[in-house]
């Protein structure tokens, strides 16, 4: 295990409002943002280890549904298209161009021996809506609604220890967490090609930790990443060897 540990100097979400998408191919869409900026100091007692490690976002969905209704030329509601992505918990995945790790928001910061402190930020842009009419053109997109909840840790991770330490390589500490909600309900103007925000529509923090906070749910994936073929998984401090590509 590592020596080094890391002191938290700032760890910022920021919420913000729901607002309007008007993309070309004609579905009428809703979105809003959170991002993190978040500032750690790495100190390292014998002063080898500070190239060896990186810092990022790592984030999980806990749960997220979202519904586009469609009504008649009467206003009449008669069809629902309906999501539920039932991932409960799973991991936000966006695959890196290189140590892909699930849940990897960015491509994450290198701390150096000639900086110890640096600043890693991230950011999550959820979207909701359908196309403006159906594929029959019978019915109308009048009403989106998507709703979820996140949790988004801030990471640092050992990816290149020098060759004695190699099976350190993929360690985790989880340093910080936070816990948000996204409402992305809207009425829809399909004839103007328009969406009115529900009132309180956007991201908002349920509950933010500290640092040494336990964490209020473990990702589904920690890291897995794949070495001379073969691939592995850490998950909890534990890593296994897999028998084939996750």
């Known amino acids: 295990m590592s020596n080094v540990t890391f002191s938290v100097k700032s760890f910022d979400p920021k919420t913000s409002g729901m607002d309007f998408i008007d993309l070309v191919n004609r579905v009428i869409a809703g979105r809003a943002l959170i991002t993190f900026t978040s500032t750690v100091e790495i100190i390292d007692p ?26 008649n030329d009467q206003g009449q509601e008669i069809y629902e298209h309906f999501v539920d992505t039932l991932l409960t918990p799973a991991a936000d995945r966006i695959d890196m161009t290189s140590w892909g790790w699930a849940g ?22 959820p979207t909701c809506g359908g196309r403006y009419v159906t594929y029959n053109k019978k019915a109308s997109l009048v009403r989106t609604a998507y709703k979820g909840q996140f ?19 993929g360690e985790l500490q989880w340093l910080n967490w936070v816990k948000w909600d996204i409402d992305l309900t809207s009425q829809v103007d399909p004839i103007h090609f328009k969406l009115t925000p529900a009132k309180d529509a956007g991201t908002k923090i349920i509950k933010q930790g500290k640092q040494g906070d336990p964490p209020p749910l473990q990702p589904v994936f920690d890291h897995i990443w794949k070495d001379n073929d073969v691939w592995y998984s850490l998950s909890r401090g534990a890593r296994t060897l897999l028998n084939k590509e996750p």
């Open 104 to 125: 990897w928001m960015t491509t994450p910061e290198k701390f150096s021996t000639s900086n110890k402190v640096i600043t890693a930020k991230a950011f999550d842009q």
């Open 151 to 169: 949790c988004t840790w801030l990471v640092a991770r050992r990816s290149n220890p020098v060759a004695a330490n190699a099976k350190s390589k």
């Open 46 to 71: 014998n002063n080898i280890e500070c190239n060896e490690w990186e810092l990022g976002h790592h984030q999980t969905v806990i749960e997220a549904k979202q519904s586009d209704f469609y009504a």
